[in-house]
């Protein structure tokens, strides 16, 4: 899709990956609506506030009311509570999912007719390349994130035939607040991950693969669970 003078909503657009997405739409010449808990968090000149819990169905619907025009949409807004699928608390899973599956369904069920008034447009879920894989510390965001997986493939199925293209984003970890515990393994900059992102949207590319490390997961899915994991061989 074109991306110059189109109309974009972006959630959890105030830091982040997020908040590059907004900017970079905005060079590109496109209107931008960016979304988040508290509005007045969103500090680029140009993007027009949205108050939007994707995990609060009320807030959700508010947010689509007050967009209009809207051909593509990037679910971003994530979580991350390193809770264990075994012994984390269940709140915190269950935040995990809200944010990661149940949010982007209601967000793209609630722009959906906006993206198909213009000609269908785009949706673009932010992934992992932990929705492959899952290490100690993030079984419950990865569970999170296959999830997510599973319902980007369901959104391109079933909105092929209003003609929204939908991509998925898989990428290991960012130089971003929510990556700041992570020390020990390289990080990509999520000003480089957003442009390669946007021009794989633009180019209408439906799985995007940012950095060696996803590259390196989804050739090991053909692998069977003993390529992923050789413990178990």
């Known amino acids: 899709m074109e991306l110059a003078g189109s109309t974009a909503f972006v959630t959890g657009a105030n830091r982040g990956l997020g908040r590059h997405f907004a900017e970079q739409l905005l060079e590109r010449g496109a209107v931008v609506y960016g979304g988040a808990r508290n ?16 995990t609060d169905a009320d807030s959700v619907a508010a947010a689509a009311k007050a967009a209009s025009g809207v051909s593509l949409l990037i679910n971003n807004a994530g979580s991350y509570t390193g809770a264990s699928v075994t012994d984390g608390s269940m709140d915190d899973i269950r935040l995990e999912m809200d944010t990661h599956y149940f949010g982007p369904l209601a967000v793209t069920r609630a722009f959906v007719p906006q993206l198909a008034q213009h000609g269908g447009g785009a949706v673009l879920n932010v992934l992992s390349v932990l929705s492959w894989i899952t290490y100690p510390g993030y079984s419950a965001y990865s569970a999170a994130k296959a999830a997510a997986w599973s319902l980007t493939n369901a959104l391109r199925n079933e909105l092929a035939a209003q003609g929204t293209q939908v991509s998925a984003l898989h990428v290991g970890f960012m130089d971003t607040d929510m990556a700041s515990h992570v020390v020990d393994s390289p990080k990509s900059d999520p000003a480089s991950v957003a442009r390669l992102a946007l021009d794989a949207v633009e180019a209408g590319d439906v799985e995007i693969l940012a950095d060696a490390g996803s590259r ?3 050739v090991g899915l053909a692998g069977g669970v003993v390529a992923l994991y050789p413990q178990y061989a």
């Open 39 to 54: 509005p007045d968090s969103i500090d680029l000149p140009g993007v027009i506030p949205i108050a939007l819990d994707v």
């Open 216 to 218: 390196h997961v989804q």
